[in-house]
């Protein structure tokens, strides 16, 4: 299998020797002087570019300590600095570690294994962790999702959460899997908020398509939902959730939260 994958994916060198003179070219064609320029005017956020970098700048030394942590977990010693095969990240393209959140917690991570334990109960996976997000949602006052918006979804495919626009007013499904897991359980408030913030927008405009696949990238449709998948591991969201008690949390509230946190970082900070 990992020698199927790495024969059947492009040289990520290849990739972007083919990629990076269409986009010189597309500069170019709309009147820009470089790559940087015409991606900063596709963008909602004005000069994002270089705020990446300063945000990149910040966040390296963490992830840097994060990477050198996950592989010495993972591979000893002798894996850190060195790139790591994809396929022991448990991830279509290896930029989501949840998976592999129970080999790198720390050990007895209490709060880790009771969530992982109420998700299976619950079975909140599917549409039933789709509607747990839509009452977070209604939660922070955004309103209700469309009921059919969640009925007319797939559940009985594959993860991550794909969705879909018919490019009609409110006319969007998201396709995923029944799997239960902290991840998938994240990933569905980010989905399901992603298709709020659509519901929202049509009433104000007639932009019907899917920002993020769009040529156009929106900064607030990144935000908002990134801002909700970690609101669904805050303390009083899993309260309410019925996933982690508030009282339970409160006894060593500074441990829990960091263990939350490394949840949160291992999805998103890859």
Known sequence: MKASWERNLPNITDYLEHILPLLRNASKQNSYNSVEEYWDALGEYEGGLLKARELWDRIKPLYLK????VALRLRGADAVGKPLPIHILRSLSGDDWSNIIENLLPKHAGIYQKVHANLQLMELGGMNVFKRAGQLIKDLNFGEIEP?????????????????????????????????????????HEAVMKM?????????????????????????YEAIPGFVSLLSLNPHALNRAGLYSLEIFNYNPNYHRLVLQLIMALRDLP
């Open 196 to 220: 709020k913030y659509k519901e929202i927008i049509n009433l104000h405009s007639n932009n019907t398509y899917i920002l993020r696949e769009a040529p156009r990238y929106s900064a607030i």
């Open 148 to 188: 059919e918006t969640l009925t007319d979804s797939v559940y009985n495919s594959t993860c991550p959460t794909t969705l879909v626009d018919w490019c009609k007013p409110n006319m969007m499904k998201a396709v995923t899997c029944k799997d239960v897991s902290i991840g998938n359980y994240i990933e569905a």
């Open 66 to 69: 994060l990477h050198k942590y």
